[in-house]
C-alpha cells in the first residue's frame, strides 16, 4: 500500500470513527431535543448514519476492514436538557466537520470533493444548531484543544 492510500485509509477511518461517535451522540440528543427542532435533529441523525455506511464501504473498498463503533461514548458534557442537547448537536458537528478537514488534506479528486462536501454540510448544521457561525469550520475546534481526529465526537468508554 503507498504512503497515500495510507494517509487516505487513515483518514477515512477516523472520519468514519467520527461518524460512529456522531450517530451515538445524535442518539442522545434525540432523546433531550425539544418537538420544535426534534425533525432538524432527525434529519442530521440521519445524514451522519448515511455518511457512516458509505465510509465504511469506501474502507472496505480499499481492502482494509472499517473501525466499528465502540458500545458507548462518553459526552464532552451533561445532556440534562434541551438547551444543552442543542449545544451538544453543534459541538458534534464541529468534531465531524475538523475530522472531515483532514480528510480533505489527506484525499485528492471525488473522494476529496465528497470529504470538502460533508464539512461543508457538518459546518452548516453547526451553524444552525449553535446560531452563529466560525471563521474556518472544521478549524476552529483546534485552536484550544488539539486535532478532531484525537477526539472525534466524544469519547469512546468500555
Known sequence: ?????????????AALAAEHAAVYGYGVVGGRIGE????????AYDAHR????????????????P??????????????DA????????ELEDRVAGVYS?????????????AAGALREAAV???????????FPGLAERA???SAASGPSATPTA
Do not use: H, I
Open 102 to 114: 483532514d480528510l480533505v488534506r489527506a484525499t485528492s479528486g471525488v473522494r476529496r470533493g465528497e
Open 50 to 65: 448515511a455518511r457512516r455506511d458509505a465510509l465504511a464501504r469506501e474502507v472496505r473498498d480499499l481492502g482494509a476492514d
Open 36 to 43: 420544535a427542532r426534534r425533525t432538524e435533529a432527525r434529519a
Open 1 to 13: 500500500m503507498s504512503d497515500t492510500t495510507t494517509a487516505e485509509l487513515t483518514a477515512l477511518q
Open 144 to 146: 484550544g484543544t488539539g
Open 125 to 135: 448544521r453547526a451553524v444552525r444548531w449553535r446560531g452563529g457561525s466560525v471563521a
Open 67 to 80: 473501525v466499528a463503533a465502540s458500545a458507548a461514548y462518553g459526552l464532552p458534557f451533561p445532556v440534562p
Open 83 to 90: 438547551p444543552a442537547a442543542v449545544r451538544l448537536a453543534a
